[in-house]
């Protein structure tokens, strides 16, 4: 087993860190989960009325990926996959996320903190299935 890289393991904890205090910001600020999908798609709903909030998040979603880019370009780097396979990807998890009614963030990050039960079987279930990708991708492909 290789040695923990301690300048990775606080970049991951600062992060587990901002996402759970904009979780938990959103839910006490404004009585919502943070679950990513469910903020986009009311946005692409035209019966949703409450967008002000749902538009502020996602652009401060894609605001922070920039600024951190700009500060730390390092931290993007990585090989970049092709774009089928980029296209493809998007599509599954697309469909896995109106399947599950909900994604990582709302079920993994905000439902186990609410000890929601469908967001722990959710949550068991997105771990799993990346458990079983990476073998199939490791061994099969």
């Known amino acids: 087993m290789a040695p923990v890289n301690l300048s990775d ?15 938990a910001l959103l839910l006490l600020g404004h009585g919502r ?6 903020i986009l798609g009311g946005l ?9 909030y749902r ?3 996602l652009v401060g979603l894609v605001a922070a990926g920039g600024v951190l880019h700009a500060v730390l370009p390092s931290a993007f780097s990585g090989p970049t996959p092709a774009l089928g396979i980029a296209l493809a990807s998007g599509l599954l998890v697309g469909f896995g996320t109106r399947l599950g009614n909900g994604c990582t963030s709302g079920h993994g990050v905000c439902g ?6 469908r967001g722990l079987a959710a949550t068991a279930t997105f771990i799993a ?6 073998l199939a991708a490791r061994w099969v492909l």
Do not use: K
């Open 112 to 117: 186990i903190a609410r000890f929601s039960p």
């Open 33 to 38: 989960v943070a679950g990513i999908s469910g």
């Open 55 to 57: 538009v502020a998040f």
């Open 9 to 23: 393991a606080l970049s991951a904890l600062s992060g587990g860190v901002l996402i759970g205090l904009g979780a």
């Open 129 to 134: 299935t990346g458990v079983l990708g990476v």
């Open 44 to 52: 692409l709903d035209s019966t949703v009325t409450d967008r002000g």
